[in-house]
């Protein structure tokens, strides 16, 4: 294992909503994502998600409110609670969840992604 250097990872690529899985442990994974805009509202059914933005400000949309994330703060989406991500300006978030999770849970959009590429 190498020491990880997440703003150097950001770097690497500049696709959006398109995760990258820096590491993996215990059945989870850690990924990276840069986020414009508004995703799709989705849940995923039997895994909770965490969201950290490490640059820039993130809204998620819940059914009855909305959560706003600063620099520095995390939350965690609760397994089967529809959630949807919107970030006005470019949002770099750094994701943790079960390897088994699906992008973009029980939907399926022209930006669900399959496989999260490494690097």
């Known amino acids: 294992m190498d020491v990880i250097n997440i703003q150097e990872k950001f770097k690497l690529f500049s696709d959006l909503w398109s995760p990258k ?24 059914d039997n895994e909770d998600e965490l969201f950290m933005v490490i640059k820039g400000t993130l809204e ?9 994330l600063n620099e520095g703060e995390f939350y965690i989406v609760p397994k089967g609670v529809p959630h949807k991500p919107i970030a006005k ?17 029980d939907i399926i959009a022209d930006i669900t992604v399959e496989t999260y590429e490494s690097i």
């Open 60 to 68: 998620i949309e819940l059914r009855d409110k909305t959560v706003t």
């Open 89 to 105: 300006e470019e949002v770099h978030i750094l994701l943790f969840e079960p390897l088994s999770i699906k992008h973009t849970g």
């Open 21 to 44: 899985k820096i590491g993996a442990l215990n059945g989870q994974q850690i990924l990276l994502a840069k986020l414009k805009g508004e995703f799709v509202f989705h849940k995923h």
